[in-house]
């Protein structure tokens, strides 16, 4: 695989054989997401499609999930026809992991599209291979002159809005696959595992929203098998099933893929859980995401009865681009009016925040993005008098959560750290803020960007309040004017990010489904800040 530039789009072939291996209609039968059975007649079939992550410079991580146990084998190759094709051979994937496998490739080409195709054979009988299930993909580049382009949301199907297919499915997937990105970050509430569908909803103006049902989408999420159907179900969608076979992910999670507002250490006041231990949810919410999305990361403890990886890491895109994934769910304190003036443990956790500081000040990418799953300077309310995010409405001097952001961005321009900006969701509308000190309470800071986008497939909200601490500015937004807003009614949103090779200068661009381009900032690099 001799090095090549950056390919602007995967082979049409490759595409149409992998929509060969699910139905045409927007969705897979319901009947398929049911777990499968352990003596079935027939082949393994890989109906839910394959996903790729963890992907470097020379090595990426491929999913797939079977319909019955199954032997992982994965063929990787330069061009559509494999010829010269390497094989994988995977694991032996079965119900403790609810038939989902991973295999990892290593010695990759950097920057350069590699095609792969996975195949599942019965353990008894090696012979009896299912339809190959097709994907493609771009390793990182090694060479600053590649550039690199890659999208970000969050928030699927929430708020009552599942898939619809009526009117496609998932249709923002679509178009941003057509995009081709180098990859999708993923922003949190990957899914709504606290928020049940009901099969049709009426809008205000008369028209019926119907959403695919399944037995798991019916109720919240308490078992690991309902936490496993909540991830599964998303992969009903041939849009998702598509994309994911074309763009690889970095994943991160928030509060939905447990419960609302969720924090360590909560006992629930909900009458729709008989599990009131959110640690316990956690756990198995934290098994499943990691069932259902190819992420690999260092092990660390969770709660008292699982284990899992750590959710907060760094992805390295080559020479222009680290990615900062936090976890600003897991390591918080409770949820309360962050009027404290002493506060170590934040919402990031001291350990995070000591892996952030010194992993930002390590990095010698051009650009440091810093991926959080929720915003800075908007105000998000938890009830009457808690709130939920780092602002708490007060535009002050740093309180609460705000003291570890605080400490952070002081860090960031004292150890001159340059071109940092921060990417969210979670709030369901598209924005930018900019930051600055000479409008702020808290002055010891560099200049710099949040922008905010989602949802994907959820009902869209008003534009939350601003908190002057660190002296935001709105300098675009795109809202609806009321609460829950249907995908019927309001476009979706994600965003783009491009950094040119040559000049190494970054765009963002915040973009709405079926609607272009609604707002570009262009950042130069070499900026402690913008």
Avoid at 107 to 125: C, F, I, K, N, S
Avoid at 157 to 163: F, H, L, T
Avoid at 278 to 299: G, I, K, Q, T
Avoid at 358 to 373: G, H, P, Q, T, Y
Wanted: aromatic share 10%; glycine share 10%; with cysteine.
């Amino acid at each position: 695989m001799p090095h090549r530039p950056h390919i602007p789009s995967p082979g049409r072939r490759t595409v149409l054989r992998g929509s060969l291996l699910v139905p045409t209609a927007a969705v897979l039968p319901v009947a398929a997401a049911a777990a499968p059975a352990l003596a079935l007649a027939g082949r393994p079939e890989a109906a839910w499609g394959v996903q790729v992550g963890s992907v470097t410079a020379s090595s990426a991580l491929v999913w797939v999930r079977s319909d019955r146990p199954a032997r992982m084998l994965v063929e990787t190759a330069a061009t559509e026809s494999f010829r010269r094709a390497r094989s994988w051979y995977g694991p032996l994937i079965g119900p403790g992991s609810d038939f989902t496998g991973t295999t990892p490739l290593y010695g990759l080409p950097a920057g350069e599209q590699v095609h792969y195709r996975v195949t599942l054979a019965d353990p008894g009988d090696p012979r009896r291979t299912g339809r190959p299930a097709y994907g493609t993909f771009r390793t990182a580049p090694a060479r600053r002159g590649d550039g690199a382009r890659f999208l970000w949301s969050g928030d699927i199907a929430g708020q009552g809005w599942g898939i619809n297919p009526d009117i496609g499915g998932y249709r923002v997937y679509e178009e941003m696959r057509r995009l081709d990105p180098d990859f999708f970050l993923c922003s949190g509430d990957t899914v709504y595992a606290d928020g049940p569908l009901q099969p049709s909803v009426t809008l205000p103006d008369g028209r019926v929203w119907r959403n695919v049902m399944t037995e798991e989408k019916a109720k919240v999420a308490e078992t690991l098998d309902e936490y496993r159907g909540n991830f599964r179900y998303n992969l009903l969608d041939r849009n998702v099933r598509r994309f994911n076979a074309q763009v690889p992910s970095v994943v991160q999670w928030d509060d939905h893929e447990v419960r609302n507002n969720w924090y360590p250490g909560q006992i629930l006041d909900d009458a729709r859980y008989t599990e009131k231990n959110v640690d316990m949810l956690a756990a198995r919410s934290a098994r499943a995401f990691h069932e259902y999305f190819p992420v690999s990361a260092p092990n660390s403890a969770y709660g008292t009865s699982s284990r899992r990886s750590r959710m907060y890491r760094v992805v390295h895109h080559g020479p222009l681009l680290d990615v900062f994934v936090l976890d600003m769910r897991s390591h918080r304190n409770r949820n309360s009016p962050g009027r404290q003036a002493d506060d170590t443990t934040g919402i990031l956790g001291a350990e995070q925040l000591r892996w952030l500081k010194r992993s930002l000040a390590e990095s010698r990418a051009v650009w440091k993005v810093i991926a959080a799953d929720m915003p800075l300077g908007l105000v998000v309310p938890d009830g009457a008098t808690d709130f939920e995010a780092v602002a708490q409405g007060d535009p002050g001097v740093p309180l609460g959560r705000e003291l570890q952001i605080a400490e952070l961005l002081r860090f960031i321009k004292h150890h001159k750290v340059t071109g940092t900006l921060w990417l969210t969701a979670d709030v369901h509308y598209t924005s930018a803020q900019h930051y600055a000190p000479e409008r702020a309470a808290f002055k010891d800071f560099a200049p710099f960007w949040e922008f905010v986008s989602g949802p994907l497939a959820a009902g869209g909200f008003p534009a939350n309040a601003l908190d002057g601490t660190f002296g935001p500015d709105r300098v675009f937004v795109r809202a609806p004017d009321r609460a829950n807003v249907s995908p019927m009614e309001s476009p979706q949103f994600f965003g783009e990010v491009e950094i040119d090779g040559g000049s190494a200068e970054l765009t963002v661009r915040l973009r709405a489904e079926g609607g272009g381009v609604l707002f570009t900032k262009v950042l130069r690099p070499g900026r402690v800040g913008q």
